[in-house]
Protein backbone atom coordinates (compact mmCIF):
# COMPACT_ATOMS: atom_id res chain seq x y z
CA UNK A 1 0.00 0.00 0.00
CA UNK A 2 1.30 3.66 -0.66
CA UNK A 3 -0.26 6.71 0.21
CA UNK A 4 0.37 10.23 -1.73
CA UNK A 5 0.15 13.46 -0.97
CA UNK A 6 0.90 16.12 -3.45
CA UNK A 7 1.65 20.03 -2.62
CA UNK A 8 2.62 23.05 -4.40
CA UNK A 9 -0.84 24.11 -5.45
CA UNK A 10 -1.36 28.01 -6.36
CA UNK A 11 -2.36 30.66 -8.73
CA UNK A 12 0.20 31.97 -11.12
CA UNK A 13 0.44 34.34 -14.26
CA UNK A 14 1.27 32.69 -17.77
CA UNK A 15 4.52 32.87 -17.87
CA UNK A 16 5.67 31.62 -14.39
CA UNK A 17 6.61 28.53 -12.63
CA UNK A 18 5.30 26.41 -10.54
CA UNK A 19 6.54 23.19 -8.36
CA UNK A 20 4.36 20.48 -7.44
CA UNK A 21 5.70 17.73 -5.06
CA UNK A 22 4.17 14.27 -4.20
CA UNK A 23 4.93 12.64 -1.27
CA UNK A 24 5.06 9.01 -0.47
CA UNK A 25 4.55 6.55 2.22
CA UNK A 26 6.39 3.66 2.41
CA UNK A 27 9.79 2.06 2.24
CA UNK A 28 9.69 0.93 -1.27
CA UNK A 29 9.11 4.07 -3.26
CA UNK A 30 12.39 3.08 -5.58
CA UNK A 31 10.72 0.61 -7.41
CA UNK A 32 7.44 2.55 -8.22
CA UNK A 33 7.34 4.55 -11.49
CA UNK A 34 5.81 7.49 -10.47
CA UNK A 35 3.39 9.45 -12.88
CA UNK A 36 1.80 13.04 -13.22
CA UNK A 37 -1.66 13.54 -14.57
CA UNK A 38 -4.17 16.57 -14.60
CA UNK A 39 -7.62 16.95 -15.11
CA UNK A 40 -9.42 20.40 -16.02
CA UNK A 41 -13.36 20.65 -15.14
CA UNK A 42 -15.29 19.10 -17.84
CA UNK A 43 -12.35 17.11 -19.55
CA UNK A 44 -10.79 13.93 -18.81
CA UNK A 45 -7.95 12.96 -16.75
CA UNK A 46 -4.72 13.58 -19.05
CA UNK A 47 -0.99 12.46 -18.77
CA UNK A 48 1.50 15.12 -18.27
CA UNK A 49 4.69 13.16 -16.97
CA UNK A 50 5.95 10.07 -15.23
CA UNK A 51 9.59 8.82 -14.35
CA UNK A 52 10.13 5.05 -14.01
CA UNK A 53 11.61 3.57 -11.42
CA UNK A 54 14.69 3.40 -13.18
CA UNK A 55 14.81 7.06 -13.66
CA UNK A 56 13.84 6.88 -17.16
CA UNK A 57 11.29 10.38 -17.95
CA UNK A 58 8.57 10.75 -20.49
CA UNK A 59 6.30 13.63 -21.08
CA UNK A 60 3.45 14.98 -22.90
CA UNK A 61 3.94 16.87 -25.96
CA UNK A 62 2.03 19.83 -24.85
CA UNK A 63 4.59 20.37 -21.58
CA UNK A 64 7.57 19.21 -23.07
CA UNK A 65 10.59 21.54 -23.30
CA UNK A 66 8.26 23.62 -19.85
CA UNK A 67 8.32 20.82 -17.53
CA UNK A 68 10.37 18.15 -15.90
CA UNK A 69 9.36 15.49 -13.62
CA UNK A 70 12.10 14.19 -10.98
CA UNK A 71 12.21 12.07 -7.61
CA UNK A 72 14.23 11.85 -5.04
CA UNK A 73 14.13 8.51 -3.84
CA UNK A 74 16.00 9.37 -0.31
CA UNK A 75 12.89 11.90 0.50
CA UNK A 76 10.02 9.16 -0.90
CA UNK A 77 9.28 12.47 -3.41
CA UNK A 78 8.99 13.24 -7.09
CA UNK A 79 8.69 16.64 -8.33
CA UNK A 80 7.12 18.65 -11.37
CA UNK A 81 8.80 21.79 -11.87
CA UNK A 82 6.53 23.57 -14.30
CA UNK A 83 7.82 26.94 -16.18
CA UNK A 84 6.24 29.14 -18.83
CA UNK A 85 2.93 28.11 -17.82
CA UNK A 86 -0.03 28.91 -19.87
CA UNK A 87 -3.51 29.24 -18.95
CA UNK A 88 -4.62 26.13 -20.60
CA UNK A 89 -2.42 24.26 -17.76
CA UNK A 90 -4.81 24.93 -15.11
CA UNK A 91 -5.93 21.74 -13.50
CA UNK A 92 -6.14 19.63 -10.61
CA UNK A 93 -2.96 17.86 -11.05
CA UNK A 94 -2.50 14.38 -9.35
CA UNK A 95 0.50 11.75 -8.98
CA UNK A 96 0.07 8.16 -9.12
CA UNK A 97 2.09 5.25 -8.51
CA UNK A 98 2.72 2.14 -10.44
CA UNK A 99 5.08 -0.54 -9.03
CA UNK A 100 7.77 -1.16 -11.46
CA UNK A 101 6.70 0.28 -13.66
CA UNK A 102 8.01 2.10 -17.41
CA UNK A 103 6.54 5.32 -16.73
CA UNK A 104 3.11 4.70 -18.84
CA UNK A 105 1.16 7.78 -20.70
CA UNK A 106 -2.48 5.36 -19.13
CA UNK A 107 -4.08 6.21 -16.17
CA UNK A 108 -5.17 2.55 -15.83
CA UNK A 109 -2.07 1.30 -15.14
CA UNK A 110 -1.31 3.02 -12.20
CA UNK A 111 -2.24 1.43 -8.91
CA UNK A 112 -2.17 4.26 -6.11
CA UNK A 113 -3.13 8.10 -6.47
CA UNK A 114 -3.07 11.19 -4.65
CA UNK A 115 -5.87 13.58 -3.76
CA UNK A 116 -4.74 16.32 -6.21
CA UNK A 117 -3.66 19.82 -6.10
CA UNK A 118 -4.99 22.54 -7.44
CA UNK A 119 -3.12 24.70 -10.48
CA UNK A 120 -4.91 27.66 -11.90
CA UNK A 121 -2.99 30.08 -14.30
CA UNK A 122 -4.10 33.16 -15.20
CA UNK A 123 -3.67 34.70 -18.58
Known amino acids: QVHLVESGEGLVQAGGSLRLSCAAS????????MGWFRQAPGKERDFVAA???????TYADSVKGRFTISRDNAKNTVYLQMNNLKSEDTAVYYC?????????????????WGQGTQVTVSS
Open 26 to 33: GRTFSTYA
Open 96 to 112: AADQYGSGSYFYTDYDY
Open 51 to 57: ISWRGGT
